[in-house]
């Protein structure tokens, strides 16, 4: 599998959250060396990725493709690195080219997906989300990104069932929770949504965008000491969170949790 690793986007995000393994397209004739520099090139992108350094990831895939251009999942991991660094363009290059060498595999178009979103491109994510959908109907990650680009569109009890869906299929896919119960804030089903996210919480203690969720949402209720709570744990895991930017255009968070966000860190 291809998957985009962090959050798009959401990323892709927004947001994908599988470690992708090297399924290359080899050759017949490849020689036995060959396969060997192949692996090795893709052991040290995932290493690369695994740091977060997604240019040498992306310098690593490209001398893969240099020496073996039709291959199609080295193509579809550097448009992942790429996308990582927000070269949304060039990425979609490289999805492209996946697609066209692997027209029946899901993960390219899963892929070029995320990029779509990043471009803004809701429309045409979707298409490729609903062709995911069509080879694979359990992928979790394609109702995942489809309910992330319905949001992007402002329709959000599409995308909620597409979270749900996709919570049926991968019960432990922790992102498809949250972005469901962020999605049932914005509808204004707060009540459900804070219990979700604490339901969240209990599971995964250490995951920062529901903290930071809670830290919103008991902050508008009036629930100060629930919200500085959660806050020390979201932002001791993940600082990004206390740029509002980022919160509301890379993670893109509903609206009405972007503005409860900023009402707590602007009166904090």
Known sequence: MLRLIGILLSVLLIFGWVEPTF??????????????????????????????????????????????PDNAAALSNRGNSRVSQNKLQEALADYNKAVEL????????????????GLGRWNDAIADYNHVLELDPKDAMAYNNRGNALSGLGRWEDAIADYRKSTEIAPNFAFARANYALALYETGKVDKAIREM??????????????????????????????????????????RYKDINWVAHIRRWPPSLVTALEKFLTLK
């Open 23 to 68: 399924a290359a397209t080899q050759s017949s004739n490849l020689t036995p060396e060959q396969i060997q520099q192949q692996n090795e090139f893709a052991n040290q992108a995932f290493a690369a990725t695994n740091k977060g350094d997604f240019a040498t990831a992306e310098l690593y895939w490209t001398k893969i493709i240099e020496q073996f």
């Open 102 to 117: 692997a027209p029946n595999v899901t993960d390219p178009y899963l892929n070029r997906g995320t990029a779509l979103e």
């Open 198 to 239: 604490r339901n969240i919480t209990r599971k995964y203690p250490r995951f920062a965008d529901v903290r930071a969720a809670l830290t919103a949402a008991y902050w508008v209720n009036g629930q100060k000491g629930e919200a500085e709570s959660n806050w020390v744990s979201a932002y001791g895991l993940d600082p």
